[in-house]
């Protein structure tokens, strides 16, 4: 059983501030995922990482994967209230046709 | 283009009941999922469907079942309901696609189940 362990597990910043978090396992991935859900609402795709080391941007938000395709990390420079959700990593070893996910890392980034 | 609907999204059922959730998606994809989330656990895998007429076990698939009779429409049924199944059920859908490695999911809003 592959499993992702994400950190921490609620964050609660200013707006303004920067942060990371991150999604780590004892398992290689062929890629990983990370989504943001809003409350009451299904998780929404923010981007893909296939590559080992590979770095991908989204605005403000940064998307790194492992050397080791083990683990990945989430920066967020000048967090935004519209930043707040529930962000999941989710990882595929290409195998078959399922996602595991994160249990998922709260963020609230006050006004 | 709606992309992947639930319906419905909210229910109340007592012990014992039973009820059918709806998925469908109109965006041609051949895979379907259903999963639940509950506080601190993330998102676990119940059932799955990788093209029309098929089904297969998830995580926690126990107490549910499943069909695919179109491809369009995934239906998870909860036979005798109990409060364990209390949660909120997403149904999520994706195309294989020519990049075997990348598995984007597309889901659906969520239906919020209680179980008294």
């Known amino acids: 059983t592959q499993l992702l362990e994400q950190s921490p597990q609620f964050l609660s910043i200013q707006e303004g501030e920067n942060l990371t978090v991150y999604c780590n396992s004892s398992s290689v991935f062929s890629s990983l995922q990370w989504y943001r859900q809003e409350p009451g609402e299904g998780p929404v795709l923010l981007v893909t990482?296939?590559?080992?080391?590979e770095v991908k941007k989204l605005k403000r938000l940064t998307f790194q994967f492992g050397d080791a395709r083990k683990d990945s990390s989430l920066h967020i420079t000048a967090a935004q209230p519209g930043d707040t959700g529930l962000y999941l990593c989710?990882?595929?070893?290409?195998?078959?046709?399922?996602?595991?996910f994160g249990k998922g890392i709260t963020l609230s980034v006050r006004p | 283009n709606a992309g992947v609907t639930q319906t419905p999204k909210f229910r109340v059922l007592k012990t014992g009941q039973s009820m059918t959730l709806l998925c469908a998606q109109d965006m041609n994809h051949e895979y379907m999922y259903w999963y639940r989330q509950d506080p601190g656990m993330g998102l676990r895998l119940i059932h799955y469907?990788?093209?029309?007429?098929?089904?297969a076990k998830g995580e926690v698939p126990d107490g549910y079942n499943v069909s695919r009779l179109k491809k369009q429409n995934f239906l998870l049924g909860l036979e005798s309901a109990a409060p364990s199944q209390t949660s909120v059920y997403f149904c999520?859908?994706?195309?294989?696609?020519?990049?075997?490695?990348?598995?984007?999911?597309?889901f659906g809003p969520g239906t919020r189940l209680t179980v008294t």
């Open positions: 989710a990882g595929s070893t290409g195998a078959n046709s399922k996602l595991t």
């Open positions: 999520a859908s994706r195309d294989p696609g020519l990049e075997i490695l990348v598995y984007e999911q597309y």
């Open positions: 469907s990788v093209g029309e007429g098929t089904t």
């Open positions: 990482v296939v590559t080992g080391g």
